[in-house]
């Protein structure tokens, strides 16, 4: 190590200085100055070139046990330890990334806001009567992807989603477009949400005659029912997975909504049995099974 470090500062300080600082001989320097790299010399090197890509590549988040798994997947021989040891000599430290939650920069353009007509009231007697409408947002490699779902409170199934990388009055009309096309024109229906308050969704729910209600500001249990969905969405799929783009959490997201969750899931409510007996007696437009 002595001779590493002579070897590193020699353009510093003279040869002769450090080897008598240190209590070594030039002449033992300058021989294993010029003596051909040991193999295990070599394969440090070699190795160590790999590991400072695999940490680089996970933007300096991965400790010594991922790296070593990313090389061991690549087909590298070494062991944890080794790994260890070659961050070490290269300085190479995990640090963790924090995630700072999204903003809401969501239009505010209505003056007043809906009062809460649903009030919590979460049963509904037939579907196309009550839904209900919220967004979350997932982590990616990429960023955040937003979601956006509607619900109709008779069977809780899912009948309009959107996902996008933006928080964007287009996200939560296009579910509630989704929803519309699915189940045609709904009569009498009330639509609760977060405080979607853009021109745009408003005369979107105008124009099909839609009556809106909105939860109070900051009171998470006036959307309970939305909150509950979104709770299994992340317990039953998405928690503790890495999905390196965007595009790999939405294809997970639709194949739980669309394959799982609609489909297969057990719901806490019976209701969805009735719904799917309503629709098979002929109940909707043929188009819009969702």
């Not at 209900?132 to 937003?146: M, Q």
């Not at 287009?170 to 519309?180: G, I, K, R, S």
């Not at 019976?270 to 799917?276: D, M, Q, R, Y």
Request: charged share 25%.
């Amino acid at each position: 190590m002595k001779f590493v470090f002579i070897a590193k500062h020699r353009t510093i300080w003279p040869v002769a200085w450090l080897c008598d600082a240190l209590g070594v001989s030039r002449s033992g320097f300058h021989a294993w100055l010029n003596r051909s790299p040991s193999a295990r010399s070599r394969s440090d090197e070699e190795l160590g070139g790999k590991v400072k890509v695999s940490f680089m590549a996970s933007d300096r988040t991965y400790g010594a046990r991922r790296v070593w798994r990313d090389l061991l997947s690549d087909g590298a021989d070494c062991g944890l330890h080794q790994i260890e040891r070659l961050m070490r000599l290269q300085g190479l430290r995990a640090r963790p990334r924090r995630r700072r939650l999204p903003k809401d920069s969501g239009d505010r353009q209505l003056e007043t806001v809906p009062a809460n007509l649903l009030d919590r009231q979460f049963a509904a007697e037939r579907p196309n009567q009550k839904w209900i409408a919220d967004f979350t947002y997932l982590w990616t490699a990429e960023g955040w992807l937003y979601v956006a779902a509607v619900i109709d409170l008779f069977s809780r199934r899912v009948v309009g989603w959107s996902m996008s990388a933006a928080m964007t009055a287009q996200l939560v009309t296009d579910a509630l477009l989704m929803a519309v096309w699915r189940r045609g024109k709904p009569d009498a229906l009330l639509h609760h949400s977060a405080q979607y308050t853009s021109e745009q969704f408003q005369r979107l729910m105008a124009d099909h005659g839609i009556v809106c209600s909105m939860r109070r500001s900051g009171n998470v249990w006036d959307n309970a029912a939305m909150e509950s969905f979104f709770s299994s969405l992340k317990t039953e799929r998405t928690e503790g997975k890495t999905y390196r783009t965007r595009d790999e959490a939405r294809a997970d997201v639709f194949d739980y909504i669309e394959r799982f969750y609609n489909t297969i899931r057990r719901h806490s409510t019976a209701a969805f049995a009735a719904e799917v007996a309503w629709r098979e007696g002929g109940h909707g437009s043929i188009q819009n099974q969702g």
